[in-house]
């Protein structure tokens, strides 16, 4: 073990929607493009728009002893479509040619997403760890955090010594996981091995079954990590990845990643043991949504008798944060033709439309034209008389849930008064972004308190961002168009591993080894 180990750090973050339009270098330098000591500094800064997880880690780093670190690239966007291929050459180039320049290295760490499809390749983050195991070398530690709704191949985890995924969904956990692997690069490079096993089943969870407060997931969630730290002497980590079945590539599944201590036999046992528990509750991972128009009945019905609780909705067809354009219309204009009354509506994306908002000013009422210039394969047009109501540029800090803490731009930005100042309060912004967090609202000084319903371009990472108002029996989940709907038969479906539960429910299986 050096005592001044020298740690590379790096990655390329994006989901990828097979459906939604390719993600160019414009889209990852318009989120976050760092690259060398602006990295560091990003990392090191009070509040950052990179993810925690990088952040975390450099923190932990820092506080547990020396070490030097080497910074290469970080990159990533919101999720999209696919990566263009020529981009990802340049980016994995980048990193693998910082780790090669500052050779030797003893260990890396990569920030990835892990459900990011190319243009060119199915699996570029397993082609990104594969170059950089051969760059790094078979001695040096890899390891890398996940979102946990990564899809893993086998490259993933034979080229790295651990994969951590996060725990929670909203994903309220991502400090913590970057915490956790700095810690297991220190106990690595201390003479600890890593030996990682893999079990995917043919099972793609629709994500609003993936919360992990209640339900199938929470369960599976709940007794891994029982089992790790009743097996703390054998075990390193495990990590349940329900995967994301958008990005329709054979490497979709719901997928266990158990690490064993220095022997793979316990890991192998371990991760049987889950990935059979998930097959046999696999009806559980269902769940029926709310109809438009009883949607629209219910904000009706709220807005005219205060006595009842306020609710909020998901438009779950439309999640930004799942590819989603965050532009469709369906809701908006239900809510708006049955006269909806106290309704929060947050965030139509539509630049056009802000930039008029912000040319004719505060006050100024005038014919709001959504989606006058296009916009993605669901978003219709829609008209209707508003006001101004306020202006701003866009830039707020997270209060809570996903992004709390976190610097995230929406661009120039309107709120929009649509059937008088009781009716609805609708934010429109430009930079394509899910509704998560509480100051989406609260930048215009409005209280989430005072509204009936409050309907949000978000699939799940909603509920810890407006837990302080809402509980979970006043969640909707609206069945909206989108490419984001979670009715998968709705799809054509060209990559995904068949057959394959819940599209096929005939589909058998039993665990690699049995």
């Known amino acids: 073990m050096t005592d001044n180990p020298r740690v590379a750090l790096g990655g390329i973050v994006l989901e990828s929607n097979a459906f939604a339009p390719v993600a160019t270098e414009a889209d990852f330098r318009g989120r976050y493009h760092v690259a060398g000591d602006a990295l560091l500094a990003e990392a090191r800064a009070e509040t950052s728009v990179i993810n925690k997880e990088m952040t975390a880690f450099v923190a932990a780093m820092d506080a ?6 080497v910074p290469t690239l970080l990159t990533g966007c919101q999720p999209k479509g696919p990566i263009d291929q020529d981009f990802f050459e340049a980016s994995a180039r980048a990193i693998v040619d910082g780790i090669r320049a500052a050779a030797p290295v003893d260990a890396v760490y990569l920030c990835q997403h892990g459900a990011m499809v190319a243009t060119g390749a199915p699996d570029p983050d397993g082609d990104l760890i594969a170059r950089v195991r051969a760059a790094a070398g078979p001695e040096a530690r890899i390891v890398v955090t996940l979102d946990l709704h ?34 297991l690069v220190r106990r690595l490079l201390a003479g600890t091995r890593a030996r990682p096993v893999l079990q995917r089943l043919p099972l793609t969870p629709p994500s609003v079954t993936l919360l992990t407060a209640d339900g199938p997931y929470a369960d599976l969630i709940a007794y891994g990590q029982r089992r790790r730290n009743e097996m703390a002497g054998a075990i390193l980590n495990v990590s349940i990845l329900g995967g994301f079945v958008f990005s329709d590539t054979p490497e979709n599944g719901l997928a266990v990643v158990v690490t064993g201590r220095d022997d793979a036999a316990p890991a192998q046992e371990l991760a049987r043991d889950i990935a059979g528990r998930a097959w046999a509750m696999r009806e559980r991972f269902r769940r029926d949504l709310t109809p438009l128009d009883a949607g629209v009945a219910l904000a ?81 047009t829609f008209a209707a008389p508003a006001r101004i109501a306020a202006l701003t540029d866009g830039w ?95 799809f054509d479906w060209k990559g995904l591993p068949r057959p394959v539960y819940p599209l096929d429910p005939e589909t058998a299986w039993t665990p690699d080894g049995d």
Do not use: C
């Open 150 to 183: 990564a899809n893993i191949s086998p490259a993933m985890v034979e080229n790295s010594d651990v994969l951590v995924s996060y725990l929670t969904n909203p994903h309220v956990d991502m400090w913590d996981r970057g915490e956790e692997a700095a810690f």
């Open 396 to 490: 707020i800090v997270g209060r809570r849930g996903l992004h709390q803490g976190r610097r995230v731009e929406l661009g120039p930005t309107a709120l929009l008064e649509i059937g008088g100042p009781e009716g609805l309060k609708v934010v429109v912004i430009s930079q394509r972004q899910q509704t998560a967090d509480p100051m989406v609202f609260e930048q215009f000084a409005l209280d989430i308190a005072r509204a009936r319903t409050v309907v949000v371009k978000s699939r799940g990472h909603f509920r810890a961002g407006f837990d302080l108002w809402f509980a979970p029996r006043q969640v909707y989940e609206i069945d909206t168009p989108g490419l984001t709907s979670p009715v998968l038969s709705r």
């Open 64 to 69: 547990t002893g020396p070490w030097t670190p």
């Open 300 to 380: 009706v019905e709220r807005g005219a008798d205060p006595s009842l609780r306020a609710v909020i909705f998901s438009d779950a067809g439309d999640n930004p944060g799942g590819g989603g354009g965050g532009d469709t219309t369906w809701l908006l204009k239900g809510l708006a033709e049955a006269a909806a009354r106290g309704v929060y509506m947050g965030a139509h994306v539509d630049p056009a439309l802000a930039a008029e908002a912000h040319a004719l000013g505060a006050g100024a009422e005038f014919e709001a034209v959504f989606n006058r210039d296009g916009g993605g394969a669901f978003a219709e």
